[in-house]
């Protein structure tokens, strides 16, 4: 299918995963039946991401336990001191330097999470006309149409969700976390909590439309493109003389280009895995790290200090599950479409 113009792709995968992954070669694989997915690089790159951001944190970890256990130091030695509001004032100092180190380390968590919803979002973009040409060329006329909207808005409208409501909701709801527990009165939990919950309902609901789309026009569109096909096949059949031949022509031409298109999408879940995995590995240790002390310094520490580090892996799973969702919508797109137009 030389219409098919991988040079787009290629170069935009160049610049995110570097130049030793070859799309057009992943497509032929999957083409031809072979897995276009090393198992083995994949378990690499989980090993080395996983030890790489493990050791990144390791200085955080140092930091949050001195300031911790300088705070629980503080509070339960607080009889040493004749004014009562030393220790309190001296809290509130190591609070706010606690509060600018985990800003700043959710700022990078933040960084991750939009650069990886971005590299998504460009691949899907220079996907699409290749992706939509193929099922044009299988004689999909109707699902290529329909889906081509369908990807192009979805894109639109996952750019607006993460960037204007989801990736906010997290900025807001660890900053309110921070300063809940700045003093003993909590007055600002239900509002973090109530902020959690609808950056987590909009991902349940925009991943619920995509599948109720999906289920709907798997009952329509593939059904009218399907009977046209057959509808064509019949039609050259019925030619005298060359009928029989240019019907089994029609029907290699077609199922070669059903081929290349479901090679396309194969090579393309695999991409998105590869873009996926580092960033989500590097948020789950990130994510994990806080739970981890919170569990440790839950003993020792000062309950504010506890559940500050708490409600940071709390945010930190926010941004988690954005990601995760973002790869589930376009994943399942694709997964879906070529499943239904596979022949």
Excluded at 133 to 159: D, K, R
């Amino acid at each position: 299918m030389e219409e098919i113009d991988y040079r787009e792709i290629q170069q935009l995968l160049d610049g995110l995963l570097g130049s030793d992954l070859d799309f057009q070669a992943m497509v032929e694989s999957g083409a031809a039946g072979e897995s276009p997915l090393s198992w083995k690089r994949l378990a690499s790159l989980v090993q080395s991401a996983l030890f790489e951001e493990l050791l990144a944190q390791k200085q955080l970890w140092m930091h949050i336990l001195v300031l911790a256990f300088a705070a629980a130091l503080l509070l339960h030695f607080a009889d040493v001191f004749q004014n009562r509001s030393v220790p309190e004032i001296s809290f509130c100092m190591i609070y706010m330097i606690l509060f600018l180190l985990l800003i700043s380390s959710f700022q990078t968590s933040l960084g991750i999470a939009r650069e990886v919803m971005e590299a998504m979002r460009s691949f899907m973009t220079v996907l699409a006309p290749a992706y939509f040409l193929a099922m044009t060329l299988s004689s999909y006329l109707t699902s290529a149409g329909v889906y081509y909207e369908f990807i192009l808005l979805l894109i639109s409208g996952v750019q607006w969700l993460a960037e204007s409501f989801v990736l906010p909701c997290a900025e807001i709801y660890v900053l309110l976390v921070l300063v809940n527990h700045l003093s003993r009165e909590k007055r600002l939990g239900q509002f973090a909590g109530l902020v959690s919950m609808a950056a987590d309902w909009s991902l349940k609901a925009a991943l619920a439309l995509v599948c109720g789309f999906h289920m709907i026009q798997s009952l329509l569109s593939p059904a009218a493109d399907s009977f046209r096909n057959q509808a064509l096949g019949r039609g050259i059949g019925m030619v005298p003389g060359i009928g029989s031949v240019g019907s089994g022509v029609t029907d290699l031409v077609l199922g070669s280009a059903v081929l290349i298109k479901n090679g396309i999408g194969a090579a393309a879940l695999v991409v998105l895995i590869l873009l996926c995995l580092i960033p989500l590995v590097k948020l789950a240790v990130i994510m994990a790290v806080y739970y981890l002390l919170a569990a440790v310094l839950q003993p020792v520490s000062d309950e504010r200090i506890v559940g500050c580090l708490s409600g940071m892996g709390n945010g930190v799973r926010l941004l988690f599950r954005a990601v995760f969702t973002v790869l589930a919508l376009f994943f399942l797109s694709i997964a879906l479409m070529t499943a239904l137009t596979g022949g």
